[in-house]
């Protein structure tokens, strides 16, 4: 055993263990003893409940991992244990609308729909979550996710950006007010911006012919943007 490794409540560890041991004192304003003590009472919670035994340790596992999967999407850099509570905070909110409905499974399409509207798309563990708490298979759950086009299985910006493509749209210069639009956002066709406020979509018809070309921003049109007025825009919906 090399004599240069800090003991520690019996143990050797090494210079760099002790460190983050140090941070972990600093962050949380506890002693060493008081943080063993945390982990112990946390431990004694965690196999008094069984999370200990399969298969609830593997789906705890599951959860995790869609946690830090979560973060990743988002394009968010996360500590584990930040990902984590974001994760929870969101399960709470699944729930919220999962009982508002009762868990009724025939209430399905409109638990996913307001489970969309809070965050602009369908997150892989909220589906999960729903599939649990309503009895429904996870594959019931992506069928119908996948078959509705009013569903997003991708994160989105925080505002949609659609440009029409239609045929009165396109002989009038629709495909030159797109081009505008991915140089004003630095994005492509189905891309969203770094920072998570754009989504750049090309749809048929947005139900204004009569304006096109024509270019939405949510629910407000636009007629032929320029590619100042486009700047203009975008930067005023950050």
Request: glycine share 6%.
């Amino acid at each position: 055993m090399d004599k240069n490794k800090s003991k520690y409540v019996g143990v050797r560890i090494t210079d760099e263990q002790a460190s983050i041991l140090n941070r972990l004192q600093e962050d949380s304003k506890l002693s060493k003893t008081e943080l063993l003590l945390k982990g112990l009472t946390f431990l004694d919670e965690f196999y008094s409940l069984g999370l200990d035994n399969r298969p609830l340790k593997d789906e705890l596992n599951a959860l995790e991992e869609e946690a830090l999967r979560y973060a990743a999407e988002l394009k968010k850099v996360r500590k584990r244990e930040e990902a984590i509570r974001d994760l929870i905070q969101q399960l709470h909110s699944v729930d919220r609308i999962v009982d508002k409905y009762h868990c009724e499974k025939s209430a399905l399409i409109q638990i996913l729909l307001e489970i969309q509207a809070e965050n602009n798309w369908l997150p892989r563990h909220a589906l999960m979550w729903v599939s649990e708490r309503l009895g429904v298979p996870m594959s019931q759950i992506r069928h119908i996710s996948t078959f509705y086009k009013a569903f997003y299985l991708q994160p989105r910006g925080k505002h949609l950006v659609r440009v029409c493509l239609g045929t009165a749209c396109h002989v009038r210069g629709g495909t030159e007010v797109l081009d505008r639009a991915e140089k004003a956002l630095g994005i492509k066709v189905g891309e969203t911006t770094e920072d998570m406020n754009f989504t750049l979509e090309c749809v048929n018809c947005l139900g204004c012919c009569a304006l096109g070309p024509v270019m939405a921003i949510d629910s407000e049109y636009h007629s032929n943007p320029s590619s100042k007025k486009l700047k203009d825009l975008f930067a005023a919906s950050k």
